[in-house]
Nanobody
Framework: QLELVESGGGLVQPGGSLTLSCAASGFRVDYYAIGWFRQAPGKEREDVSCVSSGETTNYTDSVKGRFTVSRDSAKNTVTLQMNSLKPEDTAVYYC?????????????WGQGTQVTVSS
């Protein structure tokens, strides 16, 4: 059974850090692109970051220099390290898999984890 499970969300003060994990079961994260997305209340879903099957990474401009995506093959997870968090980073964060490996088309989604940045 295919599954993606996000974890690591929570409440953090502005300037703080969180590490989100996207754990896969039923498939190997090494072979596919894994993307991170977020959706704030009342807003459309936003692309945050992606790591392709070829290890190419990309980030939306608002998180460049603050967020880092990485793949942990041993744990079959993809993490999103989030530093210098801002209130505008508050959202539900989702991970998804692209079977084509290119960060282009999202075939399978996790359920999301809430991140709240507030003092």
């Amino acid at each position: 059974q295919l599954e993606l499970v996000e974890s690591g969300g929570g409440l953090v003060q502005p300037g703080g850090s969180l590490t989100l994990s996207c754990a896969a079961s039923g498939f190997r994260v090494d072979y596919y692109a894994i993307g991170w997305f977020r959706q704030a209340p009342g807003k459309e879903r936003e692309d945050v970051s992606c790591v392709s099957s070829g290890e190419t990474t990309n980030y939306t401009d608002s998180v460049k220099g603050r967020f880092t995506v990485s793949r942990d093959s041993a744990k079959n997870t993809v993490t999103l390290q989030m530093n210098s968090l801002k209130p505008e980073d508050t959202a539900v964060y989702y991970c998804a898999a692209d079977w084509g490996g290119q960060c282009l088309r999202w075939d399978y989604w996790g359920q999301g984890t809430q991140v709240t940045v507030s003092s």
